[in-house]
């Protein structure tokens, strides 16, 4: 069965590359503008990987993170946050909050399709 | 991901055949713009999906092809045949890093080498070499095969954040060829267990032909939820090194031994190395024009190590220790009739002889090691003397201890010599004789039995047994009346201080006679034999043990106390009674209607106690003829591990060692030949 996706992002286009990317990579893919969305999708659904991007309206990338690892059932699904270069800090407060790896931005499909298969098989 | 290289797979072949198809016919039309168009445009995609989905070694490579591709298309470089060559076999080239799982990696960098090189000998004709857009980016594709050692050892809340240890020894795995080592050890017991929590860890070892780097990234998003250590072992593929396995070895909760793994790496790259040097100097003599890439036929793997001898000498020691301990351990379990101690012992022995045999072809070198110098020998002398010499080596495969190696070579250096010296005759001497101008030396060498024969032969003038035994009677070696056969003249040249040559020269008049050669030779239990027909050559046929160490022997007593002769000499035996060797004339007894002449051991013995009635008479081979030794009696074959005699024994020539027997006596080993002539001498006296 393929594995689950859900991409967050407050960002349309970003939104739409990793959807394509990873749906024809062979993955089935969900799609949250923002934390809220996000937890609102998972209640309770199985998902094998979350991806989102730390900065976006109404609860926040770190704010998800902690959510995910605090609620029963997904305190162990891996979860990869998109950042840029430059934001050292968050990554690290990210790692802290439970985030599996990440993803810099910009990338190219082969880069976000290796980020994923170092967390799901 | 796979799903994307397999969809580049498959494009790329699509594009292979384009390439091809493209090709056949620019080389009908070497001008047309649009066919160097298409073929530039399909290098660009290969490039470009190279890199995009890991094939970077084809990205690398495409890249150059593009650059001579762009060169033509701007009209800067014509297309030559030789590029077009280039470029077909390109084709196969990338078809191989294309189907390459890992295995034919070494084959194909060397191929690309080659390519490579002719690649830049068209850009550096055209003085264009300096175009290669960014030549950065090929000299970092100069990847080659390094082993990493990888320990891996999670804190154990690393699956809290999601993170799977498994996948971080998976993605190791997927990076090249790998050996995993667990360790489970850290496993607490049930009441302490956490499930979640992460208690193994592991070591890898790791070839790849990616970088440093590379392997680091594995670990990029959990560098800090475990114990990383990353510890490069060597530029090479240890997976291909002979005798790694053992120390590949997966035992859990045994860390690898990487001092071991280093050690041989090591010894095994500098080995491939000087290989590869000598190859390369060779190719560099060989013109680069003609190099031809290979597609691959098999896998080449290192084909030997260099070991210090002092290592293999401790080892056959060794090996001999244990052939004796098991010689004990098998009387033991004789004597015991314990079924399970008889079947651990029979395949205690099958073990211990298979090691003994590896362990002594260890030892083994090729005669072919002594004909490379002897090529040399012959060549050089040949014309120092002015004479047309071939020389032809036949089975210089045949393997010999590496000790008899080292006493046959001078010898045979000498027997080369007289055969160069006085045996091949000047060309007009040949001629006059009807023989082809050049003369030929024949240095052949084949196993016989437990024996390895090494034959010179020279199509020469042969020796004169009439001279031969002038000469002898001038010096003074024989009575002038001394009635001799031809075979008995001839072998009067082994005498000490006998030369025939009419004028000594520097070649073989050094004062090395054949009486040296002899000498020589059986100091490894050699002999030596010589025949010769006048005007036609001489052949002079060595004799030798295959080994010094390990003998296979007739084990044989006489008054309680063991003997060892070597099967390698025994021709029949025959039982005798012992009133008939008492009735005997002149130690001479005739078995089954011939004359044998013998020696009765008790008596040169000098054993004064009464004999059995029934004895053993061994006929052994004595030159060419047979000579009987009587015996008390026969216990059987036996394989003897030589020991050399102590000090004080060491002048007894009658026995060349002693071996240690299962039950702890020693067998003393009988040299017949030795026996024979010191108890000849000792009776005519």
Redesign the interface.
């Known amino acids: 069965m393929a594995k689950t996706i859900l991409i967050v992002d407050d960002s349309e286009s970003i939104r739409e590359v990793v959807n394509f990317t990873l749906q024809n ?2 993955f089935e893919v969900f799609a949250a503008g923002n934390g809220i969305e996000a937890q609102k999708f998972l209640d309770g659904r199985t998902i094998d990987l979350v991806i989102t991007d730390l900065h976006m309206p109404e609860m926040d990338g770190i704010g998800l993170i902690k959510y995910i ?1 605090a609620t029963a059932g997904y ?5 990869l946050f998109l950042t840029t270069e430059s934001q050292l800090a968050k990554k690290i407060e990210a ?1 802290d909050a ?5 993803i810099i931005k910009p990338f ?3 880069k976000l ?2 980020a994923i ?5 | 991901m796979d799903n994307f290289q397999k969809k580049f797979l498959e494009e790329a072949s699509d594009l292979i055949n384009q390439l091809e198809q493209a090709l056949l016919t620019l080389e009908q039309d070497m001008q047309n713009p649009e066919l160097v168009d298409s073929i530039f445009r399909i290098m660009h995609s290969l490039k470009g999906g190279g890199g995009m989905f890991g094939f970077d070694n084809i990205s690398s490579y495409t890249h150059k092809l593009e650059n001579m591709y762009d060169l033509v298309r701007q009209k800067k470089l014509k297309v030559s045949r030789e590029m077009l060559d280039i470029t077909f076999e390109s084709a196969d080239h990338i078809t191989s890093m294309l189907n390459d799982d890992g295995g034919k990696t070494a084959e194909i960098k060397r191929n690309e080498e080659i390519l490579n090189k002719r690649i830049d000998a068209i850009l550096d004709g055209d003085n264009f070499s300096s175009t290669g857009a960014d030549s950065e980016d090929s000299s970092s594709e100069t990847s080659v095969l390094k082993t990493f050692y990888i320990k891996v050892k999670p804190y154990e809340h690393i699956q809290r954040n999601g993170t799977n240890p498994f996948f971080l020894i998976d993605e190791l795995v997927g990076l090249g060829k790998t050996k995993v080592n667990i360790f489970y050890s850290n496993i607490p017991d049930f009441e302490n267990f956490v499930l979640d929590d992460t208690y193994i860890w592991w070591e890898v070892i790791l070839t790849t032909d990616k970088d440093e780097d590379a392997v680091k990234d594995v670990f990029i998003f959990v560098e800090d939820d475990c114990e990383i250590t990353i510890q490069k072992l060597c530029d090479a593929d240890v997976f291909v090194m002979e005798g790694i396995e053992p120390l590949l070895d997966c035992r859990q909760d045994f860390p690898f031994d990487l001092d071991k793994i280093k050690t041989l790496a090591e010894a095994i790259t500098a080995l491939e190395k000087a290989k590869n040097e000598s190859a390369a100097a060779n190719a560099a003599k060989s013109n680069s024009g003609d190099e031809h890439i290979k597609k691959f036929t098999k896998e080449s793997s290192i084909s030997g190590i260099r070991v210090a001898s002092e290592k293999i000498d401790i080892l056959m020691n060794l090996v001999s220790e244990l052939i004796t301990t098991q010689a004990g351990l098998n009387l033991y379990a004789e004597k015991n009739k314990d079924a399970e101690l008889t079947r651990i012992t029979e395949n205690l022995e099958n073990i211990s002889r298979q090691l003994r045999d590896t362990a002594f072809s260890i030892t083994l070198i090729p005669i072919d090691y002594l004909v490379v110098r002897f090529r040399r020998l012959v060549r050089d002398l040949s014309r120092e003397v002015g004479k047309e010499i071939e020389f032809e080596a036949r089975g210089a495969e045949t393997e010999l201890d590496k000790t008899l190696i080292e006493g046959i070579s001078e010898p045979l250096m000498h027997i080369l010599r007289n055969s160069i010296d006085h045996g091949i005759e000047t060309a007009k001497e040949r001629q006059a004789a009807g023989k082809p101008a050049a003369g030929k030396i024949i240095l052949q060498a084949y196993y016989s039995g437990s024996q390895v024969v090494i034959a010179v032969t020279d199509d020469g003038a042969g020796m004169d047994p009439k001279k031969i035994k002038r000469k002898a009677i001038e010096k003074g070696l024989i009575p002038s009346d001394a009635q001799l056969t031809d075979k008995e003249a001839i072998d009067l040249i082994f005498m000490p201080g006998f030369s025939t040559s009419e004028t000594v020269t520097n070649i073989s008049g050094r004062g090395v006679g054949m009486d040296v050669v002899k000498r020589k030779v059986s100091d490894i239990r050699g002999t030596v034999q010589v025949s010769s027909s006048l005007g036609e050559g001489t052949t002079i046929t060595i004799k030798l043990p295959l080994t010094l160490s390990i003998i296979d022997g007739m084990l044989v007593r006489i008054a309680d106390v063991d003997y060892i002769i070597p099967l390698s000499v025994i021709d029949t035996i025959f039982a005798v009674e012992h009133e008939k060797i008492v009735a005997s004339f002149q130690n001479v007894i005739n078995i089954e209607g011939s004359q044998y002449p013998f020696y009765y051991l008790r008596d040169e013995f000098g054993l004064t106690d009464s004999a059995p009635a029934k004895e053993e008479i061994i006929m052994v081979k004595y030159e060419d003829r047979k000579i009987g030794i009587v015996v008390d009696n026969i216990t059987g074959e036996y394989q003897a591990v030589l020991k050399p005699l102590g000090k004080l024994y060491r002048n007894q020539d009658i026995f060349s060692g002693a071996s240690i027997l299962g039950d702890g006596t020693v067998a003393l080993v009988l040299d017949t030949h030795k026996v024979i002539n010191q108890f000849t001498k000792y009776n005519e006296i």
């Open positions: 990579a062979g690892r305190s162990r699904v891996p979860i790692k439970g985030a599996t790896g990440w190219v499909p082969a399709l290796a298969s170092k967390v799901i098989r």
